[in-house]
């Protein structure tokens, strides 16, 4: 256990970020804020949510579990969704985008560490779930994909998609030597003329592409359902590491096997 940061409240920077104080008028203004940027834009960011000092701390304590990550490499497409064969081979959904990607899974973080600490700190749960307009919330039950820290060594990266789930919640926590850029285009899914903009998107044409800084520290709620995003090629001897804290509208929600054994190589814990 971090004797310079023995509760999660240590690590964040609540000056900035009271959330362990939501009656307050701060809190509230706060709340209001980033309920406002995420409806309007499909995303909330948290810069410098984790104050400096605590963040060399975590970005060790990933660094320590790295021989832990499981890695994927495959292709898929942008709807992650199996091609169907009836289609014409021009057809977005036939397309196949390149991810090469390890996941340290739950089970495998140090019970005492800071990251898990950060993930069983309820302010934090109750804030990011207010923001979603989501309540009750919880955290995800499934004892290897509940928090994981994602790792992009060298020629990592993750092809463009939409994601399955409705909101994604993630801690920039290091930054690679090169590469490793969030590019994203907001809002697409279920429009009228969604299928030419992916296609464009897949084909290369850079307009309403958007990119996120990647900064340590900050804190990302991102509603990748409707939005069709990607993680560019990483170069260098530096990883790429980003936690991914997932939670649940409903109590002990878990990932199918399947998915277990698709992002771990195994379905249970200690496997």
Known sequence: MSTVFPTAESMVNRQRYPIDKPDSEAGMVLLDACREE????GLCILSGFILPE????????ANNVLDDAYFCDSTHNVYLTESDPDLPPEDVTQRQ??????SVAYDRLPADGLLKKLYLWDPLMNFIGSILGKQPFFRFADPLGACSINVFVDGGQHGWHFDESEFTITLMLQQPSHGGLFEYVP????LDNEKK??????????EGVMQLPFTPGTLLIFGGRQTIHRVTRVSGTTPRLVPVLCYAEKPDLVNSEHVRKLFWGRTGVGD
């Open 38 to 41: 995420f409806v309007s834009g």
């Open 54 to 61: 605590a963040l060399a701390v975590l970005a060790d304590e």
């Open 97 to 102: 985008e390149a991810t090469f990607v390890g």
């Open 187 to 190: 809002g697409i899914r279920g």
């Open 197 to 206: 903009t992916v296609g464009g998107v897949l084909e290369g044409k850079r």
